[in-house]
């Protein structure tokens, strides 16, 4: 299952007992404030869920793959994710894993 804009909406509105609009506002102004601090070129981190950032890439030569010709790519910047720990063991929790059964302790034959 996927979660869109509008799902979100609705889950905050539920969760936080808002209506529909004043959640859409808070979740349009979240999205806003994160998109204008990535702009300006800096961080926005959320402890335990993640750290957005702008990481840059350099000027590049591809190929077509239609025509297999040499094309510049131009250097631009990328927004990265990275998730923090609390949300990374929540998508993929940690197993213990099983102890190892004991052995039995060798007897020396006389």
Known sequence: MAMNKTDLIKAVAADAGLTKILAEKAVKATFDAISKELANGGNFTLIGFGTFSINERNARVGKNPQ??????????????????KALAT?????????????????????
């Open 90 to 110: 929540s998508v993929n929790p940690v197993v213990e894993p099983a102890p190892a059964p004991a052995k039995k302790k060798a007897t020396k034959k006389k």
């Open 67 to 84: 025509t297999g010709a040499s094309i510049n790519i131009a250097a631009k910047k990328v927004v990265k994710f990275k998730p923090g």
